[in-house]
């Protein structure tokens, strides 16, 4: 125990006027500019490497931040004009559920692959493996013409020295060579030579492996007219096995006639006019087989910065759609059930104002209490309110913050007057949206499209959001251990909140764990890919959590 | 490179509870534990300041286990503290708040040590019969034939800490999920020697809390499993699956020399023929109808092949802390080569099923009849996630201990005002001859005991951490908190619904006044009074086990410590000294007692590292701490040097492998105070494990558990014989 900090000092950490709450509300209110269909991108420039990406949604906000550095700085690097959402994914997602004739989506059926030097109209969907190889790949490929291939795949990487997962490599193990062979071939050609023999030998014409391939191994297999893939995924593995009978190895010398599968074949991919896709150094190629359960999305766009953005705003509304239909149910979206949540709160907040009046005041130990519980609920609306003003003002429904407020206010006394609020709002809604009044250009267009948001990834977030604002909230104390000495650092100033360390409390699905780094709190790609969806609502949320709970009093009470 | 320094000499630590710098750390510690103590604790954001994870908790064991504490005073309150959760897995923030409460209301009593030690034994005793008799008005039965009372004490548990962000809906589902898993881990036919099951906990981080679940039998992570294909599994003739516990590695590099080099000829492959070895062994398997195989390490593919093409399912990286309720549920030997197998080696299984909670995906292991059951937990955030972890296995510890003693005590502070009330109103009607038999006067007993209830009234205090009044009440000694910001109002029960563990109402005037009690004289009040009904249907409930054991660790300590001052009389005098280790700046601790029998620790750290090379079945059962030296040479044996693979391999491997267990301690004869040459030979040194002799001059502390933690944190240096007898005789 160092520094021996005097016990008041220590207490002194857990004011009202929380540092941890602080920054966590500075984070937030960028978080807001993610909100509704029109986003603020923001332009991510590395300094070192004067590489630049594109950017529109909070995890990869996060990501790209150095939140040590805990922020004004880092954000301050322009705001680019906003760039209208890709129309053609949206048709991606409706062939996809045609084509599976299924209501569920399964995402571990599906890929991307972004091809660049192509403008953004030639993205499509395309049955199969669609993936980039190099020109000398793609000749084998032309020379398969529509043969039926011999396919064999792999799940470690295809070099000389790959040992499975838990094989410790052998030390202190010396080789005698008694008699040198006057051929003297060393070790590296006579594993080449017989690897490619039993690849001849099986007759394989397609190798699909998971890791690396070795260099030399790939020209020789070239040479014989045998396709070398690498680094293909998991789920397309799984995929290829399931449709061809072919089983994985992870030596070649495991490979007997059972585990190559017969009926994949493969040809260069074309744009769907049918236009040349000579982009230099990678072709795509598309690979496929009789029966086989996979799609690619093949994004392509002419701006390299691009590719990020493209592939999460794909996965993001697949997501969308995945939950939904998984969820079986949408919230009407558009701000339609943040509103009906405020409404909803401010009746409760009224209700708990009049003493005496309801179950909820009874339910508390003391009758004055209720008083707190009145005031946090108000913090509580005012966070909906605020969220659904930024919402109006970024989708331009609104000029600025005062107006959007206005126009809440505006819905909810008519929502109040009309004695049900939540038959008014669904009524509004299926007019054509809540907020399509006020400033809107097209005031008398009827519009088909509905927004609608996803129940559980919504509800998820929200409870998410609170719950980090909470853990923050009780926390009265950062620790150092480890190698450096230990101290309790007394000064509120030192209150790392979350953006320093994370607090590991929950941001919406992802969490904070080293200083520089943010990771997710779990290890799949599912969940990283389900963290994008939510991390733009989570964050609006957390700033109107923040905003509710900041600065009053009795606001620890979990109500 | 060698580095030499210096021999220091061993420092004695007179007075070790005075000066500026200890009591100014025991307040700082004291202040952390009390505000974390309750369900409405403070949280503590813990991490190394260097980009580590953060763990955001208020559990005692993982706060003491993280302060690296250089105050020799505090080291062997916070050893304490943590052999005392060791052993119950609650009560630990209580027993740390009282302790530090002792030391504080003890150090400023004008009354000499020994005395207070005496007294405070005495006050100890009154309060261990109280709770051991049936009039005991702070206790409840605990009836095991209805779910009521079982529900409240894994309630009390669950809500206790708030780094979980529970609301109430999952405080529901994961009481009845706890209780579930404790009906599960009590075995059907109970014959004379019971032995109750085990519960695994599965972690499923990201998930909602009510997506917990649980399931009888195994679950093995199996993230190459292919779903919605059926399982094809070889059946014995009598219809069960037979099955193979592997704990040794079967990734074919079994030929790697620990030491020295081996040499081999041009042409020859150990890889090769190390393969084929295991091969022979996949042969052997699927000769003897084996249908699963589960390796705790990896697996060579080809073996996975071979047992696969056929019909053998094989899962490798099952983990090590699988591989004892594995062993147990199958009746399965764990086989430890690849060179011997015995066909009674193999266990048996009734079913094998996949299970699915997205990401992940499980084998389910279900066995005939099972006490082994595994919980699905999950939690939105990995900090949550593992202070719920932390907390449900305190509930099910609990839920253990219950069973043995079929009693539990009230919470929300009205078990320490309760006994408190009781110290009072007996210290105030002892007999003249009590005082004279601990050689006291009558004030310095009433000074002693309004310092021990104070101390006790200290931990119901800290439940209050938004400046709330505080009351007891003069019928039954509860505690009643009043919510901060209350208007005066002329009566209290205006102001109080229901005491701390909710048990009394408001509705009769039980007579309240301020829990303050720092000035003016001790009430006097008639004995407390037994609650007849009680009004809420949920009650705050602790561990009885527990808080015994916590009102005994922490009187232990703090009144010990104080008898080191100068003032001790005699070498009689029962104390704990603290001797500085003049090499490492470790303490060491030492009981001194007339007598004489030899103590061998084994360090606290360093022996974890050879623990872990025991095989499950070769520990000593946790609470067993005090071993013959025999026994200790047979599980010396038993051990083996962990090469820097198996090193390597276990950081990889998951945290719960790394759990720290408790220490292992011997006492043997006087006659055998040098060690036996296995002990301190090569091995001993790479092991990294130090053994010394210790000279104690008492056969056992009389309290014969504490006695035994408190010896917890020794350590020794290389001729620490001669230095403990030294400072023995130096006094």
Redesign the interface.
């Known amino acids: 125990?160092?520094c021996?900090?005097?016990?008041m000092a220590?207490?002194d950490v857990?004011a009202r006027r929380h540092i941890g709450l602080q920054q966590l509300s500075s984070l937030a209110s960028t978080g807001r500019t993610f909100l509704g269909p029109m986003k603020s991108h923001k332009f991510i420039v590395d300094e070192i490497t004067n590489q630049s990406t594109l950017i529109c949604s909070a995890v990869r906000l996060i990501e790209s931040l150095d939140v040590t550095r805990y922020l004004a700085t880092a954000l301050s690097h322009g705001n680019q004009t906003s760039m209208k959402l890709l129309q053609s994914v949206a048709a991606y997602q409706q062939e996809r559920a045609e084509c599976s004739g299924s209501s569920q989506i399964n995402i571990a059926e599906i890929v991307t692959c972004c091809v660049l030097g192509l403008p953004e109209g030639y993205s499509c969907v395309s049955p199969g493996f669609v993936t980039l190889v190099s020109p000398e790949q793609a000749t084998v490929i032309k020379h398969f013409a529509d043969k039926p291939l011999r396919i064999l795949l792999m799940d470690g990487d295809l070099t000389e020295q790959y040992r499975?997962?838990?094989?410790?490599?052998?030390?202190?193990?010396?080789?005698?060579?008694?008699h040198p062979s006057p051929q003297g071939g060393n070790a590296g050609d006579v594993w080449l030579s017989r690897m490619s023999d039993i690849l001849m030998s099986f007759e394989v014409n397609l190798v699909l492996v998971k890791g690396n391939v070795c260099k030399n191994l790939m020209e020789r297999c070239i040479a014989s007219r045998i396709l070398v893939v690498g680094c293909v995924a998991r789920d397309v593995l799984?995929a290829f096995g399931a449709a061809t009978g072919a089983?994985a190895?992870?030596?070649l010398?495991?490979l007997n006639a059972?585990c190559v599968g017969n009926g994949a074949w493969a040809e260069l991919w074309e744009a769907s006019d049918g236009r040349a896709v000579d982009l230099g150094e990678l072709v795509p190629a598309r690979i496929s087989a009789g029966g086989l359960a996979l799609l690619t999305a093949v994004l392509t766009t002419a701006l390299p910065c691009k590719a990020q953005l493209l592939e999460d705003q794909f996965w993001t509304l697949l997501y969308r759609l995945h939950h939904a239909l998984k969820d079986g149910k949408v919230f009407p979206g558009g701000g339609a059930v943040e509103l009906l949540c405020l409404s909803h709160i401010q009746a409760l907040a009224e209700q708990t104002g009049r003493p005496g009046s309801n179950k909820a005041v009874r339910e508390l130990?003391?009758p004055?209490?209720a008083e707190y519980k009145s005031i946090v609920l108000q913090a509580l609306a005012s966070g909906w309110k605020q969220y659904l003003s930024v919402v109006l003002c970024n989708t331009a429904k609104a000029s600025s913050e005062l107006e959007a407020s206005a126009s809440v206010d505006h819905h909810l006394q008519k929502a109040a007057a009309c004695g049900s609020p939540s038959a008014y709002i669904l009524e509004e809604f299926r007019r054509g949206g809540v907020f399509r009044g006020g400033c809107d250009p097209f005031p008398n267009q009827v519009t088909d499209s509905k927004v609608c948001d996803n129940v559980a990834a919504k509800t998820?977030a929200w409870?998410?959001a609170l719950?980090?604002v909470?853990?923050v909230l009780?926390?009265?104390?950062?620790?150092?251990?480890?190698?450096?000495?230990?101290q309790?650092l007394n000064s509120p100033e030192h209150f790392?909140g979350l953006s320093q360390?994370?607090?590991?409390?929950?941001w919406g699905?992802l969490?904070l764990?080293?200083?520089?780094?943010l990771t997710?709190?779990?290890t799949?790609a599912?969940?990283y890919k389900q963290g994008l969806a939510s991390s733009v609502c989570s964050m609006a949320c957390l700033g109107s959590a923040l905003q509710a709970v900041c600065g009053h009093?009795g606001s620890?009470s979990?109500s | 490179m060698s580095r030499l320094e210096a021999k220091k000499p061993p420092l004695f630590i007179s007075e070790p509870l005075t000066g500026d710098a200890v009591s100014q750390s025991l307040s700082l510690l004291s202040g952390i534990l009390k505000s974390s103590y309750g369900p409405a604790g403070r949280l503590k954001q813990l991490h190394n300041g260097v980009g580590g994870c953060v763990c955001t908790t208020s559990q005692s064991s993982a706060l003491l286990g993280h302060l690296s504490i250089s105050q020799p005073v505090l080291r062997v309150l916070t050893a304490s503290v943590r052999n005392h959760v060791s052993r119950f897995s609650d009560c630990g923030l209580f027993t740390a708040i009282l302790c530090c409460g002792f030391i504080e209301n003890f150090r400023s009593l004008n009354v000499a040590p020994f005395t207070v030690i005496k007294i405070s034994k005495h006050l100890l005793s009154l309060c261990m019969d109280h709770l051991k008799s049936e009039a005991c008005g702070c206790r409840v039965s605990v009836d095991f034939s209805s779910v009521g009372t079982l529900v409240c004490l894994v309630r009390s548990i669950l809500t206790s800490k708030p780094a979980c962000m529970l609301n109430k809906t999952e405080v529901d589902h994961l009481t009845s999920l706890v209780l579930k898993a404790f009906i599960f881990t009590v075995p059907y036919n109970v014959e004379t020697n019971a032995v109750l099951g085990k519960c695994v906990i599965i972690p499923v981080k990201g998930r909602r809390v009510v997506d917990s679940t649980i399931l009888p039998g195994l679950l093995i992570e199996t993230p190459e499993i292919q779903l919605g294909k059926p399982l094809a599994i070889k059946r014995t003739g009598s219809n069960i699956i037979k099955i193979a516990l592997f704990s040794v590695s079967m990734s074919g590099d079994g030929f790697n020399p620990e030491e020295g080099t081996i040499a081999v000829h041009h042409g020859v492959s150990l890889e090769v023929s190390e393969l084929n070895q295991l091969l022979n062994v996949g042969k052997q398997l699927v000769e003897d109808e084996v249908g699963l195989v589960v390796c705790q390490k990896v697996m060579h593919p080809s073996l996975k092949q071979y047992l696969k093409e056929n019909g053998v399912m094989a899962v490798d990286r099952a983990g090590l802390c699988l591989m004892e309720p594995l062993g147990r549920m199958t009746g399965s030997q764990p086989i430890a080569s690849i060179h011997s197998l015995s066909p009674g080696c193999y266990g048996s299984l009734k079913d094998l099923c996949i299970e699915s909670f997205a990401p992940k995906h499980f084998l389910h292991l279900i066995p005939e009849d099972t006490v082994i059951c595994s919980l699905i937990l999950c939690n939105r955030s990995e900090t949550a996630w593992d202070e719920l972890k932390r907390v449900c296995e305190t509930a099910e510890h609990v839920l253990q201990l219950t069973v043995k003693e079929p009693l539990a005590l009230l919470g929300g502070g009205c078990t320490e005002t309760h006994l408190a009330s009781y110290i009072r109103y007996k210290s105030s009607s002892l007999p003249a001859s009590t005082f004279k038999d601990l050689d006291c006067s009558q004030t310095q007993y009433q000074l002693v005991a309004e310092g021990f209830c104070r101390s006790l009234e200290s931990v119901a205090r800290s439940l209050s951490h938004d400046s709330e009044e505080i009351l007891t009440d003069m019928v039954y000694g509860h505690c009643w908190f009043v919510p901060s910001g209350s208007p005066c109002v002329s009566k209290w029960s205006d102001l109080v619904s229901k005491c701390g563990c909710g048990m009394n109402g408001n509705s009769e005037d039980l007579s309240w006044r301020f829990l303050q009690g720092q000035s003016g004289s001790p009430v006097i009040q008639d004995c407390p009074k037994e609650p007849s009904l009680k009004v809420a249907d949920l009650l705050t409930l602790d561990c009885f086990a527990a808080k015994c054991s916590g009102l005994q660790v922490s009187l232990f300590c703090p009144p010990r410590l104080n008898a080191i001052s100068s003032r001790a009389p005699s070498i009689r005098c029962a104390g704990v000294k603290i001797v500085k280790d003049g090499e490492r700046g470790q303490e060491k601790s030492l009981d001194v007692k007339p007598l004489g029998c030899v103590l061998i620790t084994i360090s606290l750290n360093l022996s974890t590292t050879w623990w872990k090379t025991l095989a499950p079945s070769q520990h000593p059962a946790p609470q067993k701490e005090l071993m013959s030296t025999t026994e200790l040479m047979t599980i010396w044996k038993k051990s083996k040097y962990i090469s820097d693979k198996e090193k390597r391999e276990k950081r990889v491997a998951r945290k719960a492998h790394l759990r720290i267990k408790p220490p292992l301690m011997a006492i043997c004869s006087r006659s055998s105070t040098t060690l036996p040459a296995e002990m301190t030979n090569q091995k001993t040194k790479k092991l990294g494990v130090k053994v010394t002799p210790y000279f104690k001059l008492e056969e056992v502390s009389p309290l014969p558990l504490t006695g035994s933690e408190l010896q917890v944190e020794l350590r020794a240096n290389d001729n620490g014989a001669g230095k403990g007898q030294q400072c023995v005789e130096g006094q």
């Open positions: 125990m160092v021996c900090p005097l016990p220590f207490r857990n499975h997962l838990g094989f410790n490599r052998p030390r202190n193990v010396r080789t005698i060579l008694e799984c089983q190895v992870t030596y010398s495991q059972s130990p003391s004055w209490l998820e409870r998410r719950d980090l909470l853990l009780q926390t009265d104390a950062e620790i150092i251990t480890g190698s450096r000495r230990n309790i790392a360390t994370g607090s590991d409390g929950s699905m969490e764990k080293q200083g520089r780094m997710l709190s779990c799949s599912t969940s009093p620890c979990r």
